[in-house]
């Protein structure tokens, strides 16, 4: 389709540099500016396109048999269970 836009001078310039630097026409430039723009105002507007990343997951042999979470003084003693203070530093 062919249309007419009105650019600032500034702009135009740059948008012709680039078209010139690339080899190809200002118009093509432009298109693809405005092709950018509504693909990133498209992924805003989309929260599903949103990728969060995979967390990490570990797997073992569960919970030690007599382990009580409840209790944070069996928990540090379990934690310090078997290991010299100093090799802790």
């Known amino acids: ?50 990728h969060f990343p995979d967390l990490p997951v570990f797997t073992g042999g569960g919970l030690r048999p007599g382990v009580d979470l409840d209790s944070n003084a069996s928990l540090s003693e379990l934690l310090d269970e078997g290991t010299a203070l100093d090799a802790l530093r």
Request: aromatic share 2%.
């Open 1 to 50: 389709m062919r249309t007419t836009v009105t650019l600032r001078d500034d702009i135009y310039r740059e948008v012709k540099q680039v078209a010139a630097t690339q080899g190809c026409s200002v118009g093509s430039v432009i298109e693809d500016a405005i092709s950018l723009l509504l693909a990133r105002r498209s992924e805003a507007a989309d929260t599903s396109s949103h």
